[in-house]
Each structure stands twice: as C-alpha cells, then as structure tokens.
C-alpha cells in the first residue's frame, strides 16, 4: 500500500506541475512557445469557458485517479501470488448500482453548466455595434461596418518582409495589413459568410471564446464584449485550402473616443477607388506560404 500511495502522490505531482505551467504559458491575445494553456480571456464568454474547462479538468483528473487507484490495487492485492485462490463473485447489487449512478450525476454535474454556457455563446444580446466578416476566395478577409455607413476593406496576412518593416512587434503568420477595430466594453455582433463561389471558412479568436463558420450563401451569427484593450489574434479554423494556413485575424480593441476617431480616418482611407477588386487581385496571387 505504500507503494501505491507514493504513485498516487507522485502522479498528482506530475498533474499540478502541468497545470501551472499551462497558465503560465498561456500568453493574452495569442499563442506563446510551448502553451499548454487557454489564451488569457478577454470576453465574459471566455471567462465561462475557461471556468468550465477548469471544473472539467479536476473532474477528468478525479476520474483517471480513481481508475488507476484501482488498477493498481488490483494489480498488488489480486496477482496470483498474493491471491492464489480468486473469489467466485459474479455479481455484487449495491456495486452494480453506485458505478451505474454515479457516472450519471457525474454527467449531470457536467450537462448543467454545458447547457448554460451553450446558451450564453448562441444567444446574442442587443448589440452596441454590427460587423460582417467575409472569408474570400482569395483567402482572405473581408469587414464590413454597417452601423458606420460605407465602411468595408479587407484584411491580408502580412508577407514576412512586410510584417518586419511594418510591424516587428507583431507575430509572424498572424499580423494583418488592416486590423479589425473595436470599442472595448461593447457588445460587437458579428456576421459571418463566405463568398458564393467559395469554400467554407470559419472566424475563430480564442481569446474572445468564439469560432463559427462562414458557409457560402448562409449568414450566421456569433458575439463578443472585449472587456480590455489591446489586440487579439485568431485564424480561419476550418480546412479551405492551399492558403488555409495564411487566413489569420486580427482584432484591435480601443476606447470609445479611438474608434470614433479611427472610424472617421478609415472612411477617408477606405473610400472606393476605381479599378481592380482586392478580392480579383488576390484570386489571381500565387501561394502565399513564408
């Protein structure tokens, strides 16, 4: 037995040391080296996924504990040395009963919060600000604000040469040429598509707890409230492709007096232009891998 009480605390060493290390690899608003954790949270949604992803650690972990526990038992009590004449027992009603009730409370204490979180993600509050994101053929994306009048651009992945003149404090793969501007403590309702002609995407920032696909010739919807400024990163989720891994998001979240100011600047820099679509542009591009 003291053996198998050294193992048990030897493992839930093991187990600790994990998961401190996974919160403290997790990095705000993007991946870091070697993460074993969440992204930091940064919406209410985040904060009851990462609370539910915690409870179900502790229950997994409770779980894999007791079943080893047993197997080892098993293993030092009931070997052919140590029990050379095994019990004939078939069937034992009060045993049969606990490992078919208990699973199902287990379940239960899982579905509750499950049901209540799904809930909480699928039910879209009133929102402060509308934005539609378009995945491309081109393997892109495209913004739209309609709440701020003619206001739409894409964003591209910044070629490697690019992102070092531009934005060297940014993550290689997933700085963007034009960021996706939001006010902070609003509720941002996002809209999300794919080109008729082209292939299912999906909008996911892990940071924000959201990720949905954009299907041609269907509209769904998600939302987010970005509870801090700073900026935040997410990629094309679903497999779409050639450049499927060159897709990245990114979302810029300000106060309320920098969005106001940034959106008079954008439908100055966005205006229509004559000449050839981004998205015809970008079609016809070659590979874009770094």
Not at 75 to 101: D, G, I, K, Q, Y
Not at 217 to 232: Q, V
Request: charged residues 20%; proline residues 7%; aromatic residues 10%.
């Amino acid at each position: 037995m003291k053996t198998i009480s050294r193992l048990t605390v030897v493992a839930g060493g093991v187990l600790a040391l994990i998961a401190t290390c996974g919160m403290a690899l997790a990095a705000s608003g993007q991946p870091s080296p070697w993460q074993l954790g969440l992204q930091d949270s940064a919406t209410p949604v985040m904060d009851d996924i990462v609370w539910f992803h915690n409870l179900l650690v502790w229950i997994i972990t409770a779980i894999a504990a007791f079943v080893l526990l047993l197997l080892l038992i098993i293993v030092v009590r009931f070997n052919a040395r140590s029990n050379p004449t095994p019990s004939r027992t078939t069937h034992n009603t009060l045993l049969e009963v606990l490992w078919t009730v208990i699973p199902v409370c287990i379940l239960v204490v899982i579905a509750i919060p499950s049901f209540r979180l799904l809930f909480f993600q699928l039910n879209t509050p009133p929102a402060d600000l509308t934005i539609k994101a378009t995945g491309k053929v081109g393997w892109f994306w495209h913004y739209t604000y309609p709440d701020n009048g003619p206001l739409e651009f894409d964003s591209f992945m910044l070629k490697e040469s690019d992102r070092t003149k531009k934005k060297p404090d940014q993550p290689r793969l997933l700085a963007v040429d034009e960021e996706l501007v939001v006010p902070v403590n609003k509720t941002v309702r996002v809209l999300v598509t794919a080109d008729a002609e082209g292939v299912i995407h999906s909008f996911a920032v892990p940071s924000f707890g959201i990720k949905i696909d954009a299907i041609p010739g269907r509209l769904n919807e998600t939302w987010f409230k970005a509870e801090r400024e700073g900026i935040y990163y997410g990629q094309c989720s679903e497999l779409c492709g050639k450049d499927h891994a060159f897709m990245p998001i990114a979302v810029r979240v300000v106060s309320d007096q920098a969005f106001a100011a940034w959106v008079a600047d954008a439908k100055k820099k966005f205006a229509q232009e004559d000449g050839p679509s981004q998205t015809a542009i970008a079609a016809a591009a070659g590979p874009r891998s770094e």
